[in-house]
């Protein structure tokens, strides 16, 4: 039987980042991944990193290629009724976002966790979580064949919404806080050049658009669609072309269309589970919360948990002090809720959502107040940028 202090679920951003912030504080760990590098390397998410997220990059020692790579971005533009507003995030909170995908991020985080010779365990199966409500965890797993088991003193459940993690917590000690959104979006990744140096959220009568990148080369772009559509039914040309309409012409002039690397519908939802501890296993990122991508806060709230939990169980090996791990829920919870608030504003903002004209009405004038309210641009800016960390 192998033993370690923390054993984490899931090589993702989330999991590999723990597990580097608690490397460099001695604490051991085990990473445990379902996947292999490969097919979790090639998935196509975040983009927008908050700078609380890229200052735990460094601290975590993964942050240089982020660093020197990655896009600062000062401000974004919203466009809406053939004209735009941009709002200057350093202006209005002195604080700027860095354009970085989560492939490159999952690269030097895996990079780095192979650099310290430490150890993540892909292609493992049959993950399960035993006696989290103890002081004496347990992990079972199969790899390579052979079933084996983990003992640990914590368990970090940082394996996504449809993991285990979660799932081997009884039903009735959860509550759940959900809203599906009536629509998805359609997402185009091609080796273009952007069409502006910031990214574009524009709001348009026949749905939501949004222009985005990955580099200077590389561009991500989005449509808002129904569900029910296929990508069968978006060959690329119908897709630049969608797009080119729902973009002022200020914009559409300057797109550069090419074919797509990647293409994919995906629905948008929130959800919330509470608590997030449970005895000595704590939930982390998706495992906890999903938002939709309107405002960015997917990753970056993921790695606040990772930041709060990391500081809990470095203060409880330094110190043998659990104050801050018994804190973890309630302070991670008061980030998630706040930032499922505003994704959930934002989203509501630029989406096409009914064919009532009084609802339309009401967001046309919301968006004019923006444009005209340096104070409504404000707090946009403050939470788009990421809220302040609440320290003990």
């Known amino acids: ?130 006696d989290f409500d103890t002081h004496a965890p347990r992990v079972s797993y199969t790899h390579a064949g052979s079933r084996h088991e983990l003992r640990c003193d914590f368990v970090a459940g940082c394996d996504g919404q449809h993991g285990v ?96 690397l990647e293409k994919s519908i995906v629905p948008l939802r929130s959800c919330v589970t509470e608590p997030m501890r449970f005895g000595q296993l704590f939930l982390v990122g998706d495992a906890a919360h999903i938002v939709p991508p309107t405002g960015a806060k997917g990753l970056n709230l993921a790695a606040a948990d990772v930041r709060l939990l990391a500081r809990g169980l470095i203060e409880f090996y330094r110190n043998r002090s659990p104050t801050l791990l018994g804190e973890y829920s309630a302070r991670a919870l008061s980030r998630v809720w706040k930032a499922t608030r505003f994704s959930w504003w934002f989203t509501t903002l630029l989406h096409r959502f009914s064919t009532d004209p009084f609802a339309q009405r009401l967001q046309s004038a919301e968006l004019e107040y923006l444009a005209r309210s340096v104070a409504a641009s404000r707090l946009l800016a403050e939470n788009y940028v990421g809220l302040s960390f609440d320290e003990p």
Not at 76 to 89: N, T
Not at 99 to 110: H, S, T
Not at 201 to 223: D, I, K, P, T, V
């Open 165 to 260: 993690s979660r799932a081997d917590v009884p039903g009735e000690r959860l509550a759940r806080y959900e809203r599906a959104y009536p629509f998805g979006w359609l997402g185009l990744l091609a080796d273009v050049p952007p069409l502006n140096e910031e990214l574009v959220y524009a709001h348009h009568e026949r749905g939501f658009a949004l222009c985005s990148m990955r580099s200077r080369g590389r561009s991500r772009y989005y449509l808002q669609c129904p569900l029910e559509d296929q990508l069968q039914q978006w060959p690329d040309s119908r897709f630049f072309d969608e797009l080119r309409t729902r973009l002022p012409e200020r914009y559409a002039a300057r797109l550069v269309s090419g074919p797509a």
């Open 1 to 130: 039987m192998r033993s370690t202090q923390v054993a984490i679920i899931g090589a993702g951003p989330a999991g590999l980042l723990l597990a580097q912030l608690l490397q460099r504080h001695g604490i051991d760990s085990l990473v445990l991944e379902r996947e292999t590098p490969e097919h979790v390397q090639g998935r196509i998410r975040a983009g927008l990193l908050e700078w609380s997220t890229v200052e735990l990059l460094e601290e975590a020692g993964v942050g240089a290629r982020a660093r020197r790579d990655g896009l600062v971005h000062d401000g974004f533009d919203v466009a809406f009724a053939d004209r735009h507003h941009r709002i200057d995030l350093k202006g209005l909170t002195g604080k700027s976002v860095l354009v970085y995908g989560q492939n490159e991020l999952q690269r030097d985080l895996v990079q780095a966790r192979s650099a310290t010779g430490e150890a993540v365990l892909w292609q493992v199966r049959d993950v399960a979580v035993h």
